[in-house]
């Protein structure tokens, strides 16, 4: 299965823009489903993450509150709100969903080694 990510652009900000995660596969189905985020010469970053059990989801500090995660179950899709976009937040952001085999436990969302398959990446810049 192949993760499309999309949504991404130029904002100014305070602006919102909302990224897309669609699966290939419309009947691929997984436990949990995450965004991470590259900013230029850093290491990925944990930004949000669902889980199936319960609809539990986490969110990194420097996000809470301004984006939300979000799926959509009849076309497999995933989504981030993000809202009130700072310049900090400029990355390249990436979706990731673990193996349908694969149950995540809350504490192990933030852990990308936790998800199996990653879209190419989608870019969110932030201009001040």
């Known amino acids: 299965v192949q993760l499309q990510a999309s949504g991404g652009g130029l904002v100014q900000a305070g602006d919102s823009l909302r990224l897309s995660c669609a699966a290939s596969?419309?009947?691929?189905?997984?436990?949990?489903w995450a965004w991470f985020r590259q900013a230029p010469g850093k290491d990925y970053e944990f930004v949000a993450a669902l889980r199936r059990s319960g609809g539990r989801a986490s969110y990194a500090d420097s996000v809470k509150g301004r984006f939300t995660i979000s799926r959509e179950r009849a076309n497999n899709t995933v989504y981030l709100e993000m809202n009130s976009l700072k310049p900090e937040d400029t990355a390249v952001y990436y979706c990731?969903?673990?193996?349908?085999?694969?149950?995540?436990?809350?504490?192990?969302?933030?852990?990308?080694?936790?998800?199996?398959?990653w879209g190419q990446g989608t870019l969110v810049t932030v201009s001040s």
């Open positions: 990731a969903f673990a193996r349908p085999d694969k149950g995540v436990i809350l504490s192990a969302l933030p852990d990308r080694y936790s998800y199996d398959y």
């Open positions: 596969e419309r009947t691929f189905t997984s436990n949990a």
